[in-house]
């Protein structure tokens, strides 16, 4: 029986081993695709260039006096103040406003940030999940108010000064 196996085990390992012997072998390089036919470059079209325009002179809209929030589109119409936040940076990190003066956080990257006020007083903001997506707070006490983005750690001051 032992004979047997054996003779069995053998005869498999040589069929293994010479399976592969009666294969063709594979050229070194194989040839490429052939080149395309050439083909002639288009013609060039006349483009007339665009007439000059004088661009238009941009007027904040007048806000209504019932009106709740000020239209923020023209920013320094209407006192707002805007810090770009960048992955590891402030466009701005320290700022000195006048009472009233409400300041814009906007996310220039596709990560998330956060903005905490921590001193005087403790102001969570909203998330800013993704680029452009923004966050705002008016200051309308006078003082020192340290901040911190809350992902990255980054710190900011904002003094407001009494307006007068």
Known sequence: MKTLVFALALSLMLMVC?????????????????????????????ETPPPEQEPEEIKPPVAEED???????????????????HRYSLSEPEITIRQGTTVRWINRNSR??????????YVKGTPMEGNGSSWNYTFDIPGEYQYVE????????VMVEEYT
């Not at 923020?72 to 209407?78: G, H, K, L, R, V």
């Not at 809350?150 to 001051?157: M, S």
Request: with cysteine.
């Open 112 to 121: 998330r940030h956060l903005i905490v006020i921590q001193k005087p007083e």
């Open 67 to 85: 009106e709740a929030e000020p239209v923020t589109e023209y920013p320094s119409a209407f006192g707002e103040y805007v810090i770009d936040v």
């Open 18 to 46: 010479f399976s592969g012997c009666s294969q063709e072998e594979v050229p070194e390089t194989v040839p490429g695709p052939e080149p395309l036919p050439e083909q002639p470059e288009p013609e060039p079209s006349p």
């Open 150 to 157: 809350a992902v990255f750690g980054l710190r900011g001051k």
